[in-house]
Structures are given as structure tokens and as C-alpha cells.
């Protein structure tokens, strides 16, 4: 999700153009490390749950790399479902040590220390976490997936040793809403939405010899580019997976391609016919690049039908201290959203991003 120039009209427009396509991915079931050079599972488990796959593909990256990243399509139920399944593998603890995220405020680290050791924190306290970042309020985190989260990492670590217990690290800028009052402020902080969790993860993990999933959406986990560039060119090279979400129209025939595949198989694009693949049939603004030079590895989640959207409880924007604030974030921002739309129902189907037209990218 990225914050420049944030186009008028909806949030969730704003959010979809940058993480949809190839990106912005979900993690519901990276099909396993065993998959075979073409992508397809080795295990005869077609309805293998998505978690255990996801597990052992974790698993196998971490044996080389110290960081992996997972581009997230924001809001999207099926990589939530199987983002919980990993963090419940017993094998986990063992092997992750830390995991960044983007949908918190590094200002409220303490409270997240906190909370996922299993202390006692007030639930106004800790909505802060996600409600305070930096992309607020075009990205409030309010997403019921986002909590869920936090608190199913607090669950795992409960009956663990302090030892073994995954750190979760907030990785958005500790911006101060209480001390924003005008339009250069908060623009201070947008160059730092990359900058400060490639600091983090230089002094939080790599410094002291720590493994890290990093939970981001695929406009900073893409090699050479943004956060995951910054750790690259500062010797570090992460491992990147990110999911196909078929582009409306389905440009280049690319979903009748992964549909050869069972839901939620992993394709490597080093080796594959995958790799060569135009990136501008995933994302905007790639045309001309190799898939392969951007990610190691998609995701295939099944066909749009299958995608679901988790959005926020509009009665959530009923607290009018909440919306007071928002409405004054919005206004500092250029009041380039309709907050309005945050208050009415939305539909489960998870929506689906056009590619520009025309598209003049290469074939597959």
C-alpha cells in the first residue's frame, strides 16, 4: 500500500491499485517446498490444508535465508487463513525468530511487546497499534485479519519459554498523530515507510543474528526495489513469494495458465516458464521486466470466485471521537478520500484490479 499520492474517491481503490496483481499477496497455502520444477505439488494431497504448505515452505526458505518476505494482498481473507495456520505450526517457534509487519505503529512496540508475551493490555490500548499508522486513514488496519493476527501470535507464544518466542515488530514509522498538525509533518514520514523497517530489521534481526518473516505488500517486496532493494544492497537478499490475483480480463491468458494448477500450489519462476513471464501482466508500471527478477516464487489462490474480502465492522466508524480524528487526518492529507464509503457494507468478493488499457506488454 503505497502512500504517494494517494488518488481521490475510496480507500479501498487507493489500497488495490498497489497491492493487487502480482502482487500484494497472500500467503493461504503456499503449496510446500516439495513442489516439483514446474510448480506442481509432489504430494498426491490435493486438499492438503493450506497452513501445512505454507509451513513447509517456510521451513525450506529459512534454511538459506535469514529473511522471507510475503507480499500480502491487503484484506484478503484467504491469505489471513492460511497466514494463521503457519503461525499455529508447532515448528515455527523454532525457526522464525521475528516477524515485521507493516500494519502497526512503531511507536506502540512496547504495547506489542507486551501484548503478544501475554500480559495484560486494554483493548484501547492496543487498537492504537494498528489504528495510529502512518496510512491513516486510507489504511486504519482496521480489517478484523490485522487483530487476528496479534492475537493469534500472543495464543502461540503464551505456553512458550521466553526464549522461543516470536517478536512481532511493528514496522511502520512511530509517527505521533497527536503531534501532526499540518501537511509537511506528516510528509516527513512517507519516505520512512522503507527506510525505518529496513532499519529495524538491520538492528532487530540481522544484528543479532535473527531469522525474519517479513509480512508486507509486494510494492516493498520486490527484489531491487524499495525495502526489500534496501536490505539487498545492504547484503542481504531475501526470499520473496508473492500470489497471483487475476487482473480483470485476464491479460495475457495468465489464470487459464495457473488454473492448469491445484489451488494454492507454489510456482518457482527460476527454472520455470514463469520467470520470463512479462511483470506487467501482474502490476502496473513492470513492463519490459522479467517476473522472475521481481519475486522468487507465486502463489496460485484459485480463481477470483474463491477470493474473499475481510472488511472492517462500519459500526467501527460510529465512535465519533474515532471519526473526528479521522476526518481531521484526512483533511491534513488533502481530504482526498470519501470516508463516507467506510460506513456502509461492502461485499465478501475480494475485487479485482484492471490493468491499464491498453496493456502492451509481452506474451506468455
Known amino acids: 500500500m503505497s502512500a504517494n499520492d494517494v488518488p481521490a474517491l475510496s480507500r479501498r481503490k487507493s489500497m488495490n491499485a498497489s497491492a493487487a496483481g502480482l502482487g500484494a499477496a497472500s500467503v493461504a497455502g503456499l503449496a510446500t517446498a516439495c513442489t516439483g520444477a514446474d ?28 529473511l ?11 491469505h489471513h487463513d492460511g497466514l494463521s495456520l503457519l503461525l499455529t505450526d508447532s515448528r515455527l517457534p523454532g525457526v522464525v525468530d521475528d516477524i515485521v509487519v507493516e500494519f502497526g505503529n512503531a511507536l506502540y512496540q512496547d504495547t506489542i511487546d507486551r501484548f503478544t508475551s501475554a500480559q495484560p493490555v486494554e483493548n484501547a490500548d492496543l487498537r492504537l497499534v494498528w489504528r495510529n ?6 489504511g486504519t488496519w482496521d480489517s478484523p485479519v490485522y487483530e487476528q ?15 522461543h518466542r516470536i517478536r512481532v515488530l511493528l514496522g511502520d514509522p512511530p509517527i505521533d498523530w497527536s503531534k501532526i498538525t499540518n501537511r509537511t509533518q506528516l510528509l516527513a514520514f512517507r519516505p520512512q515507510r522503507d527506510t525505518h523497517p529496513a532499519s529495524v530489521i538491520q538492528t532487530q534481526v540481522l544484528a543479532k543474528g535473527r531469522r525474519a518473516l517479513i509480512c508486507y505488500g509486494l510494492d516493498h517486496l520486490t527484489h531491487g526495489g524499495s525495502l526489500a532493494g534496501m536490505l ?17 480480463g485476464d491479460p495475457g491468458g495468465l489464470a487459464g495458465r495457473f ?57 467501527i466508524f460510529l465512535d465519533p471521537a474515532y471519526w473526528q480524528e479521522l476526518q481531521r487526518r484526512n483533511a491534513l492529507g488533502g481530504s482526498q478520500l470519501d470516508l463516507n464509503s467506510y460506513r456502509q457494507e461492502r461485499p465478501m468478493s475480494y475485487p479485482q484490479f484492471r490493468l491499464p488499457q491498453p496493456q502492451d506488454c509481452g506474451k506468455t
Not at 506442481?40 to 535465508?65: C, I, N, V, W
Not at 522471507?68 to 484467504?78: C, I, M, P, R
Not at 539487498?232 to 480483470?248: H, K, M
Open 39 to 66: 510448480g506442481k505439488a509432489a504430494s498426491p494431497g490435493y486438499g492438503t490444508p493450506a497452513g501445512r504448505g505454507l509451513a513447509d515452505t517456510m521451513l525450506e526458505a529459512f534454511k538459506t535465508h535469514r
Open 68 to 78: 522471507v518476505g510475503l507480499g500480502e494482498a491487503h484484506d484478503l481473507q484467504n
Open 133 to 138: 499508522a502512518t496510512q491513516s486513514p486510507l
Open 149 to 163: 493476527f496479534f492475537r493469534t501470535v500472543r495464543a502461540v507464544n503464551a505456553p512458550l519459554p521466553a526464549r
Open 232 to 248: 539487498e544492497r545492504a547484503g542481504e537478499r531475501p526470499y520473496l513469494i508473492a500470489d497471483f490475483v487475476p487482473p480483470a
Open 259 to 315: 488454473a492448469r494448477y491445484p489451488q494454492d500450489a507454489v510456482i518457482q519462476t527460476a527454472g520455470t516458464w514463469l520467470g520470463p513471464v512479462d511483470a506487467g501482466l501482474f502490476t502496473p508500471g513492470q513492463c519490459g521486466a522479467r517476473l522472475g527478477s521481481l519475486i522468487d516464487a507465486a502463489l496460485y489462490l484459485g480463481p477470483p470466485a474463491n477470493l474473499t474480502a475481510s472488511w472492517w465492522n462500519p459500526a
